[in-house]
């Protein structure tokens, strides 16, 4: 079993940039596939990026693509999300998931995913 807890949030004005970090409890990190995903109020979850066990393979929501960039630490135990040029509708609260894999996929649904950190708010004003 793995916790995850997100920083990095706060308010920004639009094209500023923040970091958010995941970090994750136990030795095994390295073992699972991560993500990052994020709800505005009154909206579904989306899917905003995915790296891989090994951070080789990742994938992004076209909303969020050549924007925001996911990454790795294996040996820190922390994925990050680095965010560039934001925008008033990236405004949400993003959260980290993992999943526990054997291989080098990546996964972009909410239900690949068994746990879930609580969520960093994150506020653009335009």
């Known amino acids: 079993q793995v916790q995850l807890v997100e920083s990095g949030g706060g308010l920004v004005q639009a094209g500023g940039s923040l970091r958010l970090s995941c970090a994750a409890s136990?030795?095994?990190?390295?073992?699972?596939?991560m993500g990052w995903f994020r709800q505005a109020p009154g909206k579904q979850r989306e899917f905003v990026a995915a790296i891989s066990r090994s951070g080789v393979a990742t994938y992004y929501a076209d909303s969020v693509k050549a924007r925001f960039t996911i990454s790795r630490d294996n040996a820190k135990n922390t994925m990050y999300l680095q965010m560039n040029s934001l925008k008033p509708e990236d405004t949400a609260v993003y959260h980290c998931?993992?999943?526990?894999?054997?291989?080098?996929?990546?996964?972009?649904?909410?239900?690949?995913?068994?746990?879930w950190g609580q969520g960093t708010q994150v506020t653009v004003s335009s």
């Open positions: 998931a993992a999943r526990r894999v054997t291989g080098g996929s990546y996964y972009i649904q909410t239900y690949d995913y068994d746990y």
């Open positions: 136990g030795r095994t990190f390295s073992t699972y596939a």
